[in-house]
């Protein structure tokens, strides 16, 4: 996820994602403001209050997160990092022959390498 995230991974809107999205979120999916929702959980899921360290901790990489999109200062530091990423998924591919541990991560590196190589890569399709 990690990967997909670094690469901001998204696909083109069609009527089943609008639904989707309609379906799943109690507002607009335009007008979500993702740092805020962080926060929203529901009181039973929230196991243990967030120490106001932790909030500010989160505000401050939301907040320094810009500095590593493409073109940015810090952006050689994620490229680098997206690299390393490829490799991992590379290399779990070759030793498991492409099945990986099928229902946990194969899916995500799936994503991955269809992000990477498009979807006619040879990663991808095995």
Not at 1 to 20: D, F, I, N
Not at 42 to 64: G, I, M, N, T
């Amino acid at each position: 996820m990690s990967y997909v995230y670094g690469v901001q991974g998204t696909c083109r809107e069609t009527p089943l994602t609008r639904a989707l999205r309609d379906e799943l979120y109690p507002r607009p999916y335009g007008s979500i403001d993702w740092n805020a929702a962080r926060s929203q959980i529901a009181k039973e899921d929230l196991y243990y209050p967030h120490p106001l360290v932790q909030d500010a901790l989160w505000w401050s990489l939301y907040q320094a997160e810009g500095l590593l999109r493409k073109g940015r200062m810090l952006w050689p530091l994620r490229a680098r990092a997206l690299k390393e990423v490829v490799k991992h998924v590379r290399y779990e591919d070759r030793n498991t022959r492409f099945l990986a541990i099928g229902p946990v991560n194969k899916v995500i590196n799936a994503l991955v390498m269809w992000l990477e190589e498009g979807p006619e890569g040879v990663a991808f399709r095995r």
